[in-house]
């Protein structure tokens, strides 16, 4: 499991670590981690090197432009959908919430006008591309985006992704997350 957490609702997400992981390693970096019972846990965290001079500053901050659409975000990880809920909501965004496909469809049935489904690819039940057929039915125009943290054999044994689909692998930043779900957005067809 890639989310995998011990902690107790309301304790925290439990994600931090796969959040280091995951910074670390789109930065092309390596993370050691020893752990011996009684005597503690180290990591280690090793980056590339940089060759070449200093930059002269910080680099200017990367703007992504949110919005006031409709997301729908359909997550089974309790912590991870409140994650990225949040980031979305940050954003503008108006997100409505489920935590299967079965979900999915009845918060559909309630709030017919959504523009971005952001869904899990793997899931009990339905899976995120079956979300994303029952949604495409209703609205064609639909935006999708599938996020997952399985590799890709085991995403593809979960039925065909549609192509026009974006893909955001997991973990993934708030700042990634609204940047895609943006340029999923502004790709769809006018009507």
């Given at each position: 499991?890639p989310?995998?957490t011990?902690k107790?609702p309301?304790?925290?997400?439990g994600?931090?670590?796969a959040?280091?992981?995951g910074?670390?390693?789109?930065a ?5 981690v ?6 503690g846990?180290?990591?280690k965290v090793?980056?590339p ?5 200093a930059?002269?500053g ?6 992504v432009?949110g919005g ?10 309790e ?8 980031a979305l909501?940050?954003?503008?965004y ?6 299967d496909g079965a979900e999915?469809l009845?918060?559909?049935d309630?709030h017919?006008?959504?523009d971005?489904?952001v869904?899990?690819?793997v899931?009990?039940?339905m899976?995120?591309?079956e ?6 039915a209703?609205?064609p125009?639909v935006?999708?985006l599938f996020?997952s943290?399985?590799?890709d054999?085991?995403?593809?044994r ?6 026009d ?6 973990p993934?930043?708030p700042?990634?997350l609204?940047?895609t779900v ?5 790709r769809?067809?006018?009507?």
């Amino acid at each position: 499991e890639p989310f995998f957490t011990t902690k107790k609702p309301g304790a925290g997400t439990g994600l931090g670590l796969a959040m280091v992981y995951g910074i670390v390693k789109q930065a092309g970096g390596h993370l050691d981690v020893y752990s011996e019972v009684g005597v503690g846990t180290a990591f280690k965290v090793y980056l590339p090197a940089v060759v070449g001079p200093a930059a002269a500053g910080p680099p200017a901050p990367v703007a992504v432009r949110g919005g006031t659409e409709a997301v729908l975000l359909v997550e089974d990880q309790e912590d991870v959908q409140q994650f990225a809920r949040l980031a979305l909501q940050s954003y503008g965004y108006t997100v409505l919430t489920a935590a299967d496909g079965a979900e999915a469809l009845r918060v559909l049935d309630a709030h017919p006008a959504v523009d971005v489904l952001v869904s899990d690819v793997v899931m009990p039940g339905m899976s995120g591309p079956e979300v994303a057929a029952a949604l495409r039915a209703r609205d064609p125009r639909v935006g999708v985006l599938f996020t997952s943290g399985y590799s890709d054999d085991a995403i593809d044994r979960h039925g065909p992704v549609p192509a026009d689909a974006a893909f955001l692998q997991k973990p993934y930043t708030p700042l990634a997350l609204a940047r895609t779900v943006r340029d999923v957005l502004d790709r769809r067809p006018p009507g």
